[in-house]
Nanobody, 124 residues
C-alpha cells in the first residue's frame, strides 16, 4: 500500500523559511508525479507545486513562484518543498499527493494517494 508521510510544518514569522518533506513508500515511484497542495478551513484544497519523478519537470501556482522550490531525492524516496519568504497567506495545512504517470496536473481529483497533512502557520 502506498504511504505518504509529511513532516516539517510549524510556526514561522513572515519572511522566514520552512522545508516540508514527504516520505513515500509502498512502491516504486519512478513513474509518478508528486504534488503539494494546501488547504485552509472553509476553502477548497489548492495546488501548490508538483514534480515529475522521472523527468524532474516542475510546475508551481503563480502565488509561490520564486519563493517555493519542489525537489526530490530518489535514493530516499522523498519529495521536498522548500518555502522561502513565507507570507501570512501561506498559512494552511499542506498535503503531499501522488499520481501515476508523468504528466503534471493541478486537479486534486487526479491524484491517487494523499498524506495526512502538516500545518504551516506564518505569523505577521
Amino acid at each position: 500500500q502506498v504511504q505518504l508521510v509529511e513532516s516539517g510544518g510549524g510556526l514561522v514569522q513572515a519572511g522566514g523559511s520552512l522545508r516540508l518533506s514527504c516520505a513515500a513508500s509502498g512502491r516504486t515511484f519512478s513513474s509518478y508525479v508528486m504534488g503539494w497542495f494546501r488547504q485552509v478551513p472553509g476553502k477548497e484544497r489548492e495546488f501548490v507545486a508538483a514534480i515529475s519523478w522521472s523527468y524532474g519537470s516542475t510546475r508551481y501556482v503563480d502565488s509561490v513562484k520564486g519563493r517555493f522550490t519542489i525537489s526530490r531525492d530518489n535514493a530516499k524516496n522523498t519529495v521536498y518543498l522548500q518555502m522561502n519568504n513565507l507570507k501570512p497567506e501561506d498559512t494552511a495545512v499542506y498535503y503531499c499527493a501522488a499520481r501515476m504517470g508523468n504528466t503534471i496536473v493541478v486537479s486534486t481529483t487526479r491524484y491517487d494517494y494523499w498524506g495526512q497533512g502538516t500545518q504551516v502557520t506564518v505569523s505577521s
